[in-house]
């Protein structure tokens, strides 16, 4: 029987309680990690930990803010405590400005600081968090390691809001430059940078009777036509955490159905 992409690494991932996070701790577990799934919801943790256990796979939950590096710390150690040592942070943990019932996305004027700080704790200082603990693991264990990240299509281009994407952009930026910062230590830093995405995000509601309609929204926007599944988003980090990418560093890759490469003229 073949082997999967990550056979018997230990990786760590936030946000793990619904969408992308979820969805990543499932197919990472099918390709033979060991999965800590980690969120601020303990109970959608303990959910989505089960869910992997009752798919065969070795997963255990811890409730964790992203935006606390003491409990990023004691995530990564509930990792080395549970598994004997970290290979993999999938930092996906992330959050936006809630859009006006009725009216859509808030313009930047509309935004307050606390929602704004709120957005930026989360977004960039808990990527840099996770990124901290991570190395530090790896520095100890002496192996190096692999720190993937989702940013978002918001962080290349214009869209999806301004202090969303601004956050995102951090993101993008924050990864080519630690990729080379830690080069040497042979840790790789990479990105996942989706588009439109049906999950809980945003108040979202996958479950919703107009799911189709909103889908199809969602699809038109890209050139490829359909949105973005949150299994995509996790097969990307999936294959930026594996061995097949085991000399891709600094990378901000998209998984938008072509959006950021541009529109179709004419046709």
């Not at 809980?200 to 599944?229: F, N, V, W």
């Amino acid at each position: 029987m073949m082997e999967g992409l990550v056979q018997g690494k230990v990786v760590l991932i936030t946000g793990a309680g619904s969408g992308v996070g979820r969805a990543a701790c499932l197919l990472f577990s099918e390709h033979g990690a060991k999965v800590v799934a980690a969120d601020i919801n303990g109970g959608n943790a303990g959910e989505t930990a089960q869910a992997v256990r009752g798919a065969g796979g070795e997963c255990v939950a811890v409730t964790c803010n992203v935006a606390d590096p003491a409990s990023v710390d004691a995530a990564v150690a509930k990792a080395v405590d549970s598994f004997g040592r970290l290979d993999a942070i999938y930092n996906n943990a992330g959050i936006t400005i809630l859009p006006v019932p009725g009216k859509g996305m808030k313009s930047l004027v509309d935004c307050d600081p606390e929602e704004m700080k709120r957005v930026e704790d989360v977004n960039i200082n808990g990527v840099i968090y996770g990124s901290q603990a991570a190395i530090r693991q790896f520095e100890k264990q002496g192996t190096g390691g692999t720190i993937v990240s989702t940013a978002s299509v918001a962080g290349l281009m214009g869209y999806g809001g301004v202090l969303y994407g601004t956050t995102k952009g951090a993101v993008v930026q924050f990864t080519r430059a630690l990729a080379i910062e830690v080069a040497d230590k042979g840790i790789r830093v990479n990105a996942v940078c989706p588009a439109g995405m049906l999950t809980h995000y945003a108040g979202m509601d996958p479950d919703s009777e107009h799911r189709d309609r909103i889908l199809e929204g969602m699809g038109k926007a890209h050139p490829l036509g359909k949105a973005i599944d949150a299994r995509d988003t996790a097969a990307a980090a999936l294959f930026l955490c594996s061995d097949l990418a085991s000399n891709i560093t600094g990378v901000n890759l998209p998984v938008d159905g072509g959006l950021y490469a541009g529109r179709k003229i004419g046709g």
